[in-house]
């Protein structure tokens, strides 16, 4: 066995049996990656190159916008926001058809596109809607359900912290992704719209919900706009070239900090509490993205990336089939693994396979994270699907069987992004963009 085998067989075996003993991915990902080195290179080369590849992967002034935008989304959760923007989502949507539940999708779309997480929405969203909807008489699987299917749409939503792991590892534009994910996301929340509704129809007994006077919308409204234009500020900053999406990030600190201290929703003494919750979850991030960077270059050495590419063109040359086998693949990944490190892991295998047949990486990128996003509301690893069973107090295995139409239409939303390019780039190249 020759030393590149070598080093690809200890990477792959390593990975699935840490994995299998239940270890955390970073975990299993970081130590076989080493030991392939180490295996490759010899013990001091193997060690040393991997301190330089960990290094290397986490050096980037792109990635200071991450710890940041996750401060910003941690202070926005804890900082009274989530409870404008569902008055304000009531408001919109509050005459249509399960007004209640039309809520918690528009909500979960609204925060998740302030603060970019979808854990964060479903939490935030779903312990204000689940009992507001329990009352009304909508079933409370059904409801949990819509809180866990919609929530994800905020990673489509800019600002989105996948967005800029994808950027580093395809080396394109943060700004265009952003730009990108519009369509994608809003579709998302227009999905879950629609079953909703389809739902609703068919059970008069889910009335509209009261309605406030004008006077009264207006102020809800108005009172929700700073929040909102959170949005605005940073990324039309962005794209409008004041600052970068790193700079960006900074400013949506400071605006949602301000914003809290304005709402009276925090106060000094609960700093230390957001500043350790914000750092233990970018500790994570970042430590994935250190170890993924020393499994990258073990791969590039042993050539998985061709390899795989190798045997996938084997199986066929129609780009077509190539696309759905690598939908499917995605699909499963993200059953099992989180989204960041699967983008890590595998856009550096998929991208040259979708680029030799021409696909734009800007339009790759939204296929990849939609297809993730899903994985997010499947289990058994699901972050979103087991913290909003938690927060409306169901079981799992309950909240599944109403998830079920949720997960056919976003996948079928999936396959229409992956055959429709311009759904995800005729925005980043209508402002010039592309």
Request: proline fraction near 5%.
């Amino acid at each position: 066995m020759d030393v590149a085998t070598l080093a690809g067989t200890v990477l792959v075996v390593g990975i699935a049996v840490l994995m299998l003993l239940g270890a955390p991915i970073s975990v299993a990902v970081g130590l076989s990656s080493a030991l392939a080195a180490v295996s490759a290179l010899g013990f001091e080369n193997g060690l040393l190159t991997s301190a330089q590849q960990m290094f290397r992967g986490i050096n980037s002034f792109s990635l200071l916008a991450i710890p940041f935008f996750v401060l910003a989304g941690v202070i926005m959760n804890n900082g009274g926001i989530a409870l404008r923007l569902i008055n304000a989502a009531k408001v919109l949507v509050g005459r249509m058809p399960g007004s209640l539940a039309q809520t918690n999708v528009a909500a979960n779309a609204l925060f998740g596109a302030v603060s970019g997480s979808a854990v964060a929405a479903v939490a935030a969203v779903g312990s204000t809607m689940a009992p507001m909807q329990a009352k009304e008489g909508y079933d409370r699987n059904f409801a949990a359900a819509t809180n866990i299917a919609s929530a994800p749409a905020g990673m489509l939503i800019p600002p989105s912290n996948l967005m800029i792991v994808y950027s580093l590892v395809s080396s394109t534009s943060i700004a265009t992704l952003f730009v990108a994910g519009y369509a994608p996301g809003i579709l998302w929340a227009v999905v879950c719209m629609l079953i909703v509704h389809l739902y609703s129809r068919k059970r008069s007994q889910l009335r509209v919900a009261d309605q406030p006077n004008w006077a009264m919308r207006a102020r809800i409204i108005l009172d929700a706009v700073p929040a909102l234009l959170l949005i605005v500020v940073v990324i039309g900053g962005i794209l409008a070239g004041y600052f970068t999406p790193t700079e960006g990030s900074c400013v949506a600190v400071v605006y949602s900090l301000v914003l809290s201290f304005l709402y009276r929703a925090i106060k000094v003494r609960d700093l230390k509490g957001i500043l350790y919750t914000a750092t233990v979850t970018t500790s994570v991030v970042m430590f994935l993205i250190g170890v993924s960077t020393i499994m990258s270059w073990v791969m590039s050495f042993a050539g998985i990336p061709a390899m795989v590419a190798d045997t996938m063109f084997a199986l066929t040359d129609n780009t077509t089939v190539l696309l759905i086998l690598i939908l499917v693949a995605t699909l499963v990944i993200g059953c099992f693994m989180d989204p960041t490190p699967a983008v890590l892991i595998f856009v550096p295998i998929f991208l040259p396979i979708v680029s030799s047949f021409g696909m734009d990486p800007i339009h790759f990128g939204m296929v990849m994270i939609l297809a993730l996003s899903i994985g997010t509301i499947t289990p058994p690893v699901g972050p979103v699907l087991f913290v909003g069973a938690k927060v409306s107090d169901r079981r799992i295995e309950d909240v599944i069987r109403n998830l079920v139409p949720y997960f056919v239409a976003l996948v079928v939303l999936l396959v229409i992004v992956a055959f429709v390019p311009q759904l995800s780039l005729w925005l980043p190249g209508l402002i010039g963009l592309l």
